[in-house]
Every structure is written in C-alpha cells, then in structure tokens.
C-alpha cells in the first residue's frame, strides 16, 4: 500500500495512507509527496488522491424567511412613492400638558413621539394611527383641563361670596 507524506502547517507529516488522507479530509490544495514523484505538488494533481475529492456535493435544501404570521406594512421604495409624514401634534402635546390635564397630555406625548419614529421605519399605517390618537388625546385633555377651570371659577366665587356673607363684610 502506497504511503503519503503531506505538508500541514509549513511541516511535513505522515507517512500516511489513502484512507488516512480520507480521514484528515485533506484538501485539493494539499501539498503531497509518495514514492516516485519528483517534487512535492498539491493534491488534486496525484490521480490516486482524485477519489478523496469527488464526493457527491448534495445542495442543501433552500432556505426561505419563516412567516410568523404579522401583516407587513407596505414597502415603498423611492421617496415620491411614500405618502407625506403625518402630523406629529407634539407642541400642541406639550402645552397640553402644562397648560390643562397632565395626565392626558403624557399620553398625548407619548402618542406624538411614535408617529416620526414609526414613519421612518416604514410604518406609515401605524405613524397616522399614532397622529389620531395623539390628536385624540389632546383635544379630550383640553376639554377635560377646561371644564375643570370652569368649574374651578364657579367654586371660587361661590365660595368667596360664602365667605363674605358669613362674615358679615359683604351686603348686597
């Protein structure tokens, strides 16, 4: 039987036999030398060595992005096809939040914030679902903030107007 000595890593090793050589899984462009030869030469060029190299290469099957089942937004690829940024109501957001209920004006924000962020990411559906809701949102906080100063006033006059009766200071 035929031995073989190889070259790995800039050092020569073996002597090896055929099915040795099968079993490091040399490559063609293994360096090689066995009795006979001349000189050392890669391995695709030994005839003997040709076998190791002509294995049957299955393809793997091809491989598709699983589907998880979530609608994907609609991709529009070059500016003119996007539809324009929908309002983001984010000043309006903030003076709501100082100005009448801070608790609707948070929510309004937050709402605000989202419609720029999701227009970017391809999500024009979602950035005007956000724009309504922000919109929503501030128009029910500013009800809310002046229903509460109506109210506010008529307690303070009535209540003013109790205290001075009470005390005496006050005659209609």
């Not at 090793?13 to 079993?23: I, N, R, S, V």
């Not at 589907?67 to 709501?96: C, D, F, K």
Request: aromatic share 12%; charged share 10%.
């Amino acid at each position: 039987m035929k031995q073989y000595y190889i070259i790995r890593n800039d050092q020569q090793a073996g002597p090896y036999t055929l099915d040795e050589l099968a079993a490091m899984g040399i490559t063609p462009d293994t360096i090689v030398w066995t009795e006979g030869m001349t000189d050392w030469t890669p391995a695709r060029q030994v005839s003997e060595l040709n076998s190791l190299f002509t294995r049957s290469a299955q393809t793997p099957p091809s491989y598709s992005t699983p589907n998880y089942g979530a609608p994907s937004a609609p991709q529009y690829h070059t500016p003119a096809e996007r539809p324009p940024m929908p309002q983001t109501y984010l000043a309006w957001s903030i003076a709501v939040t100082l100005l009448c209920c801070l608790v609707g004006g948070i929510v309004a924000i937050v709402y605000s914030s989202q419609v720029s962020s999701r227009y970017i990411a391809g999500d024009y559906e979602g950035a005007e679902y956000a724009s309504r809701q922000a919109r929503i949102w501030i128009i029910v906080s500013a009800c809310v903030g002046f229903v509460v100063g109506i109210v506010y006033t008529i307690w303070a006059i009535f209540f003013s107007t109790s205290l001075a009766a009470l005390s005496g200071g006050y005659s209609i």
